[in-house]
């Protein structure tokens, strides 16, 4: 089955520093990425669509200029969080979809997830 | 624009029964797919079943099933004989063609199994 990578798995950072998060897809060519942020108990927000070679398509109340979105090969997107602070402590997670499948049913494949949390 | 909606933020059942989580959607899409998604508390999300809107007979993979209605617009999951592992959020989800396929997701059904 595909696989989706996530690092790191845990990060703890002090606010006013800036933190990126790894999302590689191991085994397929991803074209598309997206980036999701979750808050404890809470669902899943698309925050961004990341395409390779091309700039972020960000959903509507995300700071563009604060989630820097970089998918710089088929395989790999980075998200930076800027100048983190304490409400940014979230559950961060991406999902890759395999290049060249044109159809809905074809499955978004979701890494394991990112905990962040800023002191 | 797209929207999910679950209703039920919890339930509990017993081991062995069957449960249907509820699970209603909002498009103007003529194409778009419907999905269930399991996240234990690992966090990992794990596919379930998928539903596409112009497939005629409702999806089953294993225990899972899906009851689609679509003049509802109503996408409802059923799991037959649930175990203890079953214990978990489930999200029901949606994708438009659209809207670049990208999976929106409901508010979630936390899921608990009584022994």
């Known amino acids: 089955g595909a696989v989706v990578s996530q690092h790191p798995s845990w990060v703890i950072c002090k606010s006013g520093t800036s933190v990126k998060i790894e999302c590689r897809s191991l085994d397929f060519q991803a074209t598309t990425m997206f980036w999701y942020r979750q808050f404890p108990k809470q669902s899943l927000m698309l925050m961004a669509t990341?395409?390779?070679?091309?700039?972020?398509?960000?959903e509507q109340g995300v700071e563009k200029d604060k989630f820097l979105i970089n998918h710089a090969s088929l395989t790999l997107s980075t998200l930076t969080v800027t100048s983190a602070h304490p409400e940014d402590s979230s559950f961060y997670i991406c999902?890759?979809?395999?290049?060249?499948?044109?159809?809905?049913?074809?499955?978004?494949?979701f890494g394991p997830g990112t905990r962040l949390l800023v002191l | 624009a797209q929207k999910i909606t679950q209703t039920q933020p919890g339930m509990f059942v017993q081991e062995k029964e069957a449960v249907t989580l509820d699970c209603t959607y909002d498009?103007?899409?003529?194409?778009?797919?419907l999905f269930w998604y399991k996240q234990p508390s690992s966090g990992e999300m794990i596919f379930l079943i998928y539903q596409g809107s112009y497939d005629e007979q409702n999806a089953t993979e294993g225990r899972y099933s899906l009851n689609f209605q679509k003049a509802r617009k109503s996408a409802n999951l059923v799991i037959s004989a649930s175990q203890l592992g079953d214990s978990a959020m489930y999200f029901c989800?949606?994708?438009?063609?659209?809207?670049?396929?990208?999976?929106?997701f409901g508010s979630g059904t936390r899921l608990s199994i009584r022994p």
């Open positions: 999902s890759a979809r395999r290049s060249g499948t044109g159809g809905l049913k074809e499955t978004q494949y």
């Open positions: 498009t103007s899409d003529q194409s778009y797919g």
């Open positions: 990341s395409n390779e070679g091309s700039k972020a398509t960000y």
């Open positions: 989800a949606m994708s438009e063609y659209s809207s670049a396929s990208k999976i929106i």
